[in-house]
């Protein structure tokens, strides 16, 4: 019984470190998104084309914060669809460039595996409670 119960708590302490590593990515997709925000919306005067793209990536910013948050918004495959387009929209925006630049593609890096992870991986967050009726 002794096991049972330490099993229990070590668990518990896992899910708990792992929900507090998570909230140590809120500060930084916050100020990424406030950033990105800034600089493509309001300084830069986007056109059609480059409004969409702001929206997608400020989009996949969003879902890395309900990621961190430990948030389950809409659903995994509306998340999984905006990683698919994500990725080829950060291919297509790095050929229109003619490269990519190294601390750009890490800070993008975080962006697109954070998401992967909240998309694809954490069954934590997206585990429907299940009650059982008796």
């Given at each position: 019984m002794?096991?049972?119960?330490?099993?229990?708590?070590?668990?518990?302490?896992q899910i708990?470190?792992?929900?507090?590593?998570?909230?140590?990515?809120?500060?930084?997709?916050?100020?990424?998104l406030y950033?990105?925000?800034?600089?493509?919306?309001?300084?830069?005067?986007?056109?059609?084309?480059?409004?969409?793209?702001?929206?997608?990536t400020?989009?996949i910013l969003i879902?890395?914060?309900?990621?961190a948050?430990?948030?389950?918004f809409?659903?995994?495959?509306?998340w999984?669809?905006?990683?698919?387009?994500?990725?080829?929209?950060e291919?297509?925006?790095?050929?229109?460039?003619?490269?990519f630049?190294?601390?750009?593609?890490?800070?993008?890096?975080?962006?697109?595996?954070?998401?992967?992870?909240?998309?694809?991986?954490?069954?934590?967050?997206?585990r429907?409670?299940?009650?059982?009726?008796?």
């Amino acid at each position: 019984m002794k096991k049972h119960n330490k099993a229990t708590i070590a668990s518990t302490m896992q899910i708990t470190k792992w929900k507090s590593l998570r909230l140590l990515w809120l500060p930084w997709f916050i100020f990424h998104l406030y950033i990105y925000i800034e600089i493509s919306f309001f300084i830069n005067s986007p056109d059609a084309i480059q409004v969409i793209r702001s929206l997608i990536t400020s989009s996949i910013l969003i879902g890395c914060i309900f990621y961190a948050l430990g948030i389950r918004f809409l659903n995994r495959a509306f998340w999984q669809s905006l990683l698919v387009i994500g990725i080829i929209d950060e291919l297509i925006g790095g050929f229109e460039d003619g490269g990519f630049d190294p601390v750009t593609v890490v800070v993008i890096f975080s962006f697109y595996f954070v998401l992967a992870l909240y998309a694809l991986q954490n069954k934590t967050i997206w585990r429907l409670d299940q009650v059982s009726e008796t």
